[in-house]
């Protein structure tokens, strides 16, 4: 399967699952509130440009906000980490984006420690930049930081199982071949 | 020029990040102050299919619940109808009319149309749901939203073609005017954004007897809701001890979980309230203005 129709898949199906599955999930407590949808920008490949995965990164907030209400909010974020993304894994990694073994950003191509960070750096930017504005909007700054640390953790957790649960078939790449 | 050019080169993926960046955020602020966006009414055509899709299935799961609310409702309707009544008096007898009801006096001022939703959401501070009737069906922004058993739950902000965006009582800018169904004290409805299972009601005097249990109905302050339609009851009376007034926490009737048939209910004399309130207002400003002089 191509890189493009693999991505193409994954977007309708994160897409499809935040908005009629997790966004649909009896709220257990306000504090608690699934998200993982941006977990797509965060398997980009490694190869794409700087410049297309802001595009794109745009595009899929976007998309997400105009199901759940609020255009603009969940963009700006999804920019944000887009941008940022390439920062991330070049400090976590100092390699060429040629050199990796693996296509795309995986326990695998970056090993589970370097990996979990990348996570977790990312899915803290992007919650703390929409809770952020969310708080410039209606606030209250102790709900901020309690949502800022639970929303990111609940992430945390539906990202690592779903590595788990659904390990992604990679190919290995080598120089040589 | 060259400079600038090579300059451009040089930042050109910052650039776009600061130029979507402000896109974004910009669509964000119009929306929230004016619940305006670009391709508003082509995305929500394109959800809406989606959500209605989903919603197929969706219903299955809730016809229960729902057929009991529209039993009640017809229940409560029933029990309405001229042939339930007789006269007592034998002393006068009952002429009927050809027309069967006073057209004289009588002018509707509400108008209710069914509509479905599509998608629900309860999760967020800002609430919206998305309904399966639009401009093309006659639904304009700022009508009520009614639940099928009588209780509201929102009202339109936006409007595409075949399906609108609603405003749920469970949004942290939503004011619903509101009454005691005892004493017809009015004050307002509002939502704190902590639990989606209670509202807030401000702004009734402290002369008021309020006991947990009262009804609380649409007031009389509002344009948009027809008075009279159930909110829901009080649960909390909380002693604020710093004004003349309570705050009251109500349990709303609604279940906003599991909406599914509605009614939007449509002011007809709207316009002419609108009208007229902005005329006043001229008229007082332009009073003041002269005093001023």
Not at chain 1, 137 to 154: P, R, Y
Not at chain 2, 243 to 268: H, I, K, S, W
Request: aromatic fraction near 14%; proline fraction near 3%; charge should be positive.
């Amino acid at each position: 399967m191509s890189d493009l129709l693999r991505n193409i898949i994954r977007f309708i199906l994160f897409i499809g699952i935040q908005v009629y599955i997790l966004d649909n999930v009896p709220p257990l407590h306000r504090f608690i509130v699934p998200v993982i949808y941006f977990l797509f920008i965060l398997w980009l490949p490694f190869s794409i440009s700087r410049f297309w995965l802001l595009i794109i990164g745009f595009l899929t907030g976007l998309t997400y906000d105009y199901f759940f209400g609020s255009p603009g909010l969940h963009a700006a974020a999804c920019v944000l980490i887009a941008y940022f993304r390439p920062f991330i894994v070049n400090i976590l990694i100092p390699k060429d984006t040629s050199e990796f073994n693996y296509s795309e950003p995986s326990a695998k191509a970056m090993g589970w420690a370097p990996y979990m960070v990348y996570v977790f750096a990312l899915s803290l930017l992007h919650h703390g930049y929409i809770l952020l504005l969310e708080w410039l909007d209606v606030g209250n700054f102790l709900d901020f930081l309690i949502k800022v640390v639970s929303t990111t953790a609940i992430s945390m957790l539906l990202i690592v199982t779903a590595e788990i649960i659904f390990p992604r078939r990679l190919k290995y790449r080598t120089n040589t071949a | 020029m060259r400079n600038v050019f090579l300059f451009i080169r040089r930042y050109f993926t910052f650039l776009s990040f600061v130029l979507l960046q402000v896109l974004a955020l910009s669509m964000l602020f119009r929306y929230n102050r004016t619940h305006r966006a670009v391709f508003l009414g082509k995305a929500n055509e394109l959800t809406g299919y989606f959500n209605s899709k989903y919603d197929n299935v969706d219903d299955y799961f809730h016809l229960k619940e729902e057929n009991l609310r529209v039993h009640r409702m017809n229940d409560s309707l029933l029990n309405l109808l001229p042939r339930n009544f007789i006269k007592v008096d034998t002393g006068s007898h009952v002429i009927t009319d050809t027309v069967q009801f006073d057209t004289t006096y009588m002018v509707r001022r509400y108008l209710a149309k069914e509509a479905k939703v599509v998608s629900n959401s309860i999760n967020s501070l800002k609430n919206y749901f998305q309904l399966n009737r639009g401009s093309k069906q006659g639904i304009k922004d700022n009508m009520a939203v009614i639940n099928s058993d009588g209780s509201v739950v929102g009202q339109i902000v936006g409007v595409s073609e075949n399906f609108s965006q609603v405003m749920s009582l469970l949004h942290i800018h939503s004011t619903v005017s509101a009454m005691m169904k005892k004493s017809r004290n009015n004050g307002r409805i509002e939502w704190d954004g902590q639990s989606s299972v209670y509202l807030t009601l401000r702004n009734i005097p402290k002369s008021d007897s309020v006991l947990v249990g009262d009804t609380v109905l649409t007031g009389i302050n509002s344009y948009n809701y027809p008075p009279g339609w159930m909110i829901g009851t009080v649960s909390e009376i909380v002693e604020d001890k710093s004004t003349n007034f309570y705050v009251l926490r109500v349990r709303p009737f609604a279940n906003f979980q599991n909406l599914q048939q509605v009614f939007v209910v449509e002011n007809l004399q709207r316009e002419e309230q609108v009208a007229l309130d902005k005329a006043t207002q001229k008229k007082v400003d332009d009073l003041n203005k002269r005093k001023a002089q």
